[in-house]
C-alpha cells in the first residue's frame, strides 16, 4: 500500500524567505504525486503534480517541485514566499484502485510567514 | 461558477441523528470522491464513484451511505451520527479516473 510522509508539521519563515516543504513516499509503482494547499476554512487546491518526464515540476503561484526517485522524495519549493502563502499543505501519492485513482495524502504541513 | 459545491457549509447535530451533505459538480466530471479530514488534518479517502457507479469504499461504517443520482452529484448519507464522526468533510471530482481531482470547499460536521 502506498503512503506519503510529510516530516515537518509546522513550518515558519520570514517574508521573502526561500522555502521547502518535504514529502517521501512509498509506493511500488512509478508514482503519480501531487501537492495541493488548503487555506484556512477553505478547500483543497492543486499546487502541481508530477506523472512522467520532467523530474522538475511547475506550478502555479511560483511554487516547483522535483522528484528525486533515488530518494522517494517530492519536494516542494519556493525562492521568495509572500504572506498569502501561509496555509496548510498537503503531499499526496497517487494510485490506482480498480481503474480509479485514490489519493493517499501526508498529514500536512502547517506554514506560517512572519514579516 | 463554482465548480465543486457542497451543502451545507456548517452542520451541527445531535448524536443519533441522521444527515445528509450535498455534493455538486459542473465540471462535466465522470468520476467524484468523498474523502474526510479529522481534528488532526489527516485527509483519507472514503468513497469515490465513476459514472454513478461506486467503485471505491475504504472501509467506511456502513452507517455512511454515498448516493449518486446523476454524474453530477454525489451525496452523503450518515446515519445515526457518532461523536467520532465529527469532521470535515470533502468532494471532489475528477474528469476521469486518472485526472486531476478537483475539491469543494468542505462541510464541517459536528456531532454533539
Known amino acids: 500500500a502506498q503512503s506519503v510522509t510529510q516530516p515537518d508539521i509546522h513550518i515558519t519563515v520570514s517574508e521573502g524567505a526561500s522555502l521547502e516543504l518535504r514529502c517521501n513516499y512509498s509506493y511500488g509503482a512509478t508514482p503519480y504525486l501531487f501537492w495541493y494547499v488548503q487555506s484556512p476554512g477553505q478547500g483543497l487546491q492543486l499546487l502541481l503534480k508530477?506523472?512522467?518526464?520532467?523530474?522538475l515540476v511547475q506550478g502555479i503561484k511560483g511554487f516547483e517541485a522535483e522528484f528525486k526517485r533515488s530518494q522517494s522524495s517530492f519536494n516542494l519549493r519556493k525562492p521568495s514566499v509572500h504572506w498569502s502563502d501561509a496555509a496548510e499543505y498537503f503531499c499526496a501519492v497517487g494510485a490506482f484502485h480498480f481503474g480509479n485513482e485514490k489519493l493517499t495524502f501526508g498529514t500536512g504541513t502547517r506554514l506560517t510567514i512572519i514579516p | 461558477d463554482t465548480a465543486v459545491s457542497q451543502t451545507p457549509k456548517y452542520l451541527v447535530t445531535q448524536m443519533g441523528n441522521d444527515k445528509s451533505i450535498k455534493c455538486e459538480q459542473n465540471l462535466g466530471h465522470d468520476t467524484m470522491y468523498w474523502y474526510k479530514q479529522d481534528s488532526k488534518k489527516f485527509l483519507k479517502i472514503m468513497f469515490s464513484y465513476n459514472n454513478k457507479e461506486l467503485i471505491i469504499n475504504e472501509t467506511v461504517p456502513n452507517r455512511f451511505s454515498p448516493k449518486s443520482p446523476d454524474k453530477a452529484h454525489l451525496n452523503l448519507h450518515i446515519n445515526s451520527l457518532e461523536l467520532g464522526d465529527s469532521a470535515v468533510y470533502f468532494c471532489a471530482s475528477s474528469h476521469t479516473a486518472t485526472d486531476t481531482q478537483y475539491f469543494g470547499p468542505g462541510t464541517r460536521l459536528t456531532v454533539l
Open positions: 508530477y506523472f512522467s518526464g520532467d523530474t
